[in-house]
Nanobody, 128 residues
Framework: QVQLVDAGGGLVQAGGSLRVSCVAS????????MGWFRQAPGTEREFVAA????????YYADSLKGRFTISRDNAKNTVSLQMNSLKPEDTAVYFC?????????????????????WGQGTQVTVAS
């Protein structure tokens, strides 16, 4: 199976920036999609962004497009999420995730049940 370790969360002021990263290891496959979800207290886990490992195609939640940028470094087997212009409502635990599936539309990217492996989560808190 795949082991995912996500990190980089912390406390940031509203309007500030933060970068969270995730490293994958122990994979039995080479082509997979990686992404980020987030979950705030009392809410369901929601999709943030995803990226294909080989092609580098990206997909974002509509509400976050323009503020967040997902990227990957294949040499280091990592995926990162750059978060800019952060708002208090961005406060959540951010989870790295991965799946061997390749998606072609948002219908595949946004469903948490479509992903097979998850990181432990890293807390992002945006102060108002």
């Amino acid at each position: 199976q795949v082991q995912l370790v996500d990190a980089g969360g912390g406390l940031v002021q509203a309007g500030g920036s933060l970068r969270v990263s995730c490293v994958a290891s122990g994979s039995s496959f080479r082509r997979y999609t990686m992404g980020w979800f987030r979950q705030a207290p009392g809410t369901e886990r929601e999709f943030v962004a995803a990226i294909s490992w080989i092609g580098g195609r990206t997909y974002y939640a509509d509400s976050l497009k323009g503020r967040f940028t997902i990227s990957r470094d294949n040499a280091k087997n990592t995926v990162s999420l750059q978060m800019n212009s952060l708002k208090p409502e961005d406060t959540a635990v951010y989870f790295c995730t991965a799946t061997p599936s390749a998606f072609t539309t948002g219908l595949g990217y946004v469903r948490a049940s479509n992903y097979d492996y998850w990181g432990q989560g890293t807390q992002v808190t945006v102060a108002s």
